[in-house]
């Protein structure tokens, strides 16, 4: 690839050249020669001048770059630095021999032809041969098995290579993967820029090297470059957008932040910035965004970035009808975007509508092949419809790419808990839980696992933690009040469910919420109140309620129901079914009977 940017740079291809060497770049930023020949393939002073400054900083005794910085005046000359080698002769040069001129031989003849070093190469020669001849003797009348090992001092050893390890991977023995993009026959379109101003001068130049470096993925080049414009024309508040957006690219949220600020205060009519603020302040803190959002979307009613990432928010809060309209409204603006379809994906997938949720995540996918995102939002709405071998197949794949994804590892383990290997699901989750120790999902379906487990005290602590990570989430207080009632702390349980039965999305979970509720309530000796939950229960459309349990409802509301009867109450330890319902985002409860222990249920 090094030799094609050259190559591409030698036939004044440069744009082809930027696209190779930025690709390098990615795999290796501390490579002197990559930023060396990419200052090369620059068209603008400024950009080459970035590029020898960041190889300096790498390494600021290499003499090509010393040298390309004193002739761009960044550096003062220096005498102990030799000049540019010339490997050819300059063509005025030729025209100085004389026709009757015999040039000098050059390099090995010119040597050969000396007489003292033709002599001494004879003797050195005769030397070597019989040096040959002792060791080739000392061999052969040594009667050891080590007469083919080569003379100590005449080999030099290899050295060993100790790889680089990621001491939370799971697997080191992976070979290193291609790029993605590298590997299919697909390019990604960029997102347009966003109401781009028009600049003049060296101010242009800055900013349209501000682009590509951002673009191309090179953050700091792209910062710098803005802060120029930003510079030479104090009133481009596009500019500083792009050196904000650059800088929280980077992960730099606080430098990002203020200039975000700074283009509010030079415009506060241009949407972009608040947009940017409001990203910036997400991945940085747990201050409330949505003001930033509303604002963005109210100074530009078709800004579709805008109403995407007010969806994003709104799915966070578990507000998903909010979340599936901005969605829709951000694919009505800009259709075919990737980045909507993905949204939609994990919209339906919070909404329980795994099939809409694969539909969306298939068009994600067949629209743009290179995102990654797209492989770990699909292997999601795979493992939520079932289809768990491709889940599986898809996930190991994305993790080989993102071995640092928490959420990737979370996938994976809940997939493999609904597979039965309970062993590999338990060793994901693990690895989730190092590189996130905040993944609230992780912390449900290891408590999932303690649960079949019976080791319930361990279960009640990872759904506490689930729940202290995402308290929104209905699944993860109904994890924790089946906990409860397994460590036979009843009123725990009931006062834990009691708490999110509006949060209760669809009529499953409903079924769910009644379900315990009526348990709590038997234990708690409130028989009326227990008798109500099991008949909303059994109100319930019969395909959300198993036959199993609507059975166990109706004998129930029966025993309740009868004045002369004492009700039924718990006298066994709670035994959770082993088979989950295979989804992303909701998961059935497996509290017991409360009359009897029963064998785990082999249908969902």
């Not at 005046?73 to 300059?90: E, V």
């Not at 000396?114 to 080739?136: Q, Y």
């Not at 910062?223 to 792009?242: H, I, K």
Request: hydrophobic fraction near 40%; aromatic fraction near 8%; charge should be negative.
């Amino acid at each position: 690839m090094l030799q094609a940017a050259v190559d591409a740079i030698k036939q004044e291809k440069l744009a082809e050249a930027r696209e190779i060497l930025t690709r390098l770049l990615r795999t290796d930023q501390q490579n002197v020669g990559y930023w060396l020949w990419l200052s090369a393939a620059m068209e603008t002073p400024k950009e080459r001048l970035y590029c020898l400054q960041t190889a300096y900083k790498v390494d600021p005794t290499d003499a090509s770059v010393r040298r390309g910085l004193t002739l761009l005046g960044a550096l003062p000359p220096d005498d102990s630095i030799a000049p540019f080698p010339m490997n050819h002769s300059r063509a005025w040069e030729a025209n100085l021999l004389l026709a009757d001129e015999k040039p000098q031989p050059k390099g090995l003849k010119r040597l050969t032809s000396n007489p003292g070093f033709r002599m001494a190469a004879i003797l050195g020669a005769g030397a070597l041969a019989l040096v040959g001849m002792a060791i080739g003797v000392g061999m052969l009348f040594s009667g050891n098995t080590e007469r083919q090992a080569a003379p100590v001092g005449l080999t030099t050893p290899r050295p060993t290579v100790t790889p680089q390890t990621n001491p939370n991977a799971i697997s080191q023995s992976k070979p290193t993967l291609l790029p993605l993009a590298q590997q299919l026959d697909a390019t990604y379109t960029p997102t347009v820029v966003y109401a781009a101003t028009q600049h003049v001068g060296a101010a242009q130049d800055s900013y349209r090297g501000g682009i590509r470096a951002f673009n191309s993925g090179q953050w700091e080049m792209a910062a710098v470059m803005m802060e120029q414009v930003a510079t030479m024309e104090p009133g481009a508040v596009d500019a500083l957008y792009f050196a904000g957006e650059a800088r929280r690219l980077s992960g730099k949220y606080a430098d990002a932040i203020k200039y975000y600020n700074m283009a509010i205060s030079t415009s506060p009519n241009y949407a972009p910035s608040y947009l940017g603020r409001a990203r910036a302040v997400q991945a940085s803190s747990r201050k409330d965004t949505l003001a930033d959002l509303d604002k963005a979307i109210d100074l530009d009613p078709n800004f579709a970035e805008a109403y995407l990432e007010r969806a994003l928010y709104y799915s966070r809060k578990s507000n998903y009808e909010a979340a599936l309209a901005d969605a829709n409204a951000s694919d009505d603006i800009r259709p075919g975007s990737p980045l909507t379809k993905l949204a939609l994906a994990r919209i339906y997938l919070g909404m329980d509508e795994p099939a809409e949720a694969l539909i969306a995540a298939q068009a994600a996918n067949d629209l743009d092949v290179t995102m990654l995102e797209t492989y770990l939002v699909l292997g999601t709405a795979y493992r939520a419809n079932g289809e768990l071998d491709k889940a599986v197949g898809l996930m190991e794949t994305y993790v080989q790419y993102q071995p640092d994804s928490a959420e990737a590892f979370m996938v994976l383990g809940a997939a493999y808990f609904s597979r039965q290997e309970y062993e590999t699901a338990q060793k994901h989750l693990e690895q989730a839980l190092r590189l996130d120790k905040t993944n609230s999902e992780a912390y449900f379906w290891m408590g999932e696992l303690q649960m079949l487990k019976e080791n319930y005290d361990l279960a009640l602590s990872n759904f506490e933690k689930a729940v202290s990570y995402n308290s929104e989430s209905f699944r993860n207080a109904e994890g924790l009040a089946r906990a409860y009632l397994a460590t036979e702390e009843y009123g725990q349980a009931y006062i834990t469910i009691s708490k999110v039965e509006k949060m209760a999305a669809n009529d499953r979970e409903k079924g769910e919420f009644y379900y315990i509720q009526a348990i709590a309530n038997q234990k708690l000796s409130a028989p009326s109140a227990a008798l109500k939950a099991w008949n909303a229960l059994l109100a319930l459309p019969e395909d959300v309620v198993p036959a199993e349990r609507r059975a166990e409802a109706e004998e129930q509301v029966g025993l309740l129901g009868t004045p002369t009867r004492v009700p039924a109450t718990v006298t066994s330890t709670p035994t959770p079914s082993k088979t989950p319902l295979p989804t992303a985002t909701r998961q059935p409860s497996r509290t017991p009977s409360p009359t009897n222990t029963r064998a785990p249920s082999a249908t969902p």
